[in-house]
């Protein structure tokens, strides 16, 4: 006597759930959270010697006024021709700036910029407008968190580092 299965809902289910488990341990395992498998517009590299940093950099939109910094790689954002402003967690790729000194190179969409100058700043007291406004030179501007940890990827200061073309 020959039993004949039928596929049913509960098979279907089973499958999704399947994948979902598969997908997700895979995130997992390579560190990677499901928000890092956004597709990002990949638009340079970012290589910083003297801390041993090299970093695809996303293009970045403003959403609800707000720059949604990606986790694992630099995201960057410009409003002035010669002026591109670079975010990154200071948990992860940025992990290293405060190490950053006056006179370190930055290589940026190969193009070499020097560090001239390193801030950093409450929170509260930072002027977005400034820091994007045009600049004369080919500008740099790195920001990462600073100070003390308030949890959810954010801090009560923030690290800023200006960088001219040489």
Known sequence: MEIKRRFN???FRFVLAL??????????YTGLSP???IN????????IPAIDLVSDVAKLQLKNHQLETPNDIVGSFSRAKNK????GHSSTVFK???ELKVGDVVFYDEVNYTV????TFKKEDINMNKLLSREENNTLILMTCAGQSLGN???????????EIE
């Open 35 to 37: 928000v890092d498998a």
């Open 19 to 28: 994948v979902y488990f598969v997908c997700f341990g895979w995130f997992l």
């Open 153 to 163: 990827n954010d801090a009560t200061h923030r690290l800023i580092i200006t960088a």
């Open 40 to 47: 990002y517009d990949i638009v340079a590299e970012i290589k």
């Open 96 to 98: 290293n700036l405060n």
């Open 116 to 119: 001239i100058k390193i801030e």
């Open 84 to 87: 591109t402003f670079l975010i």
């Open 9 to 11: 809902l509960y098979d």
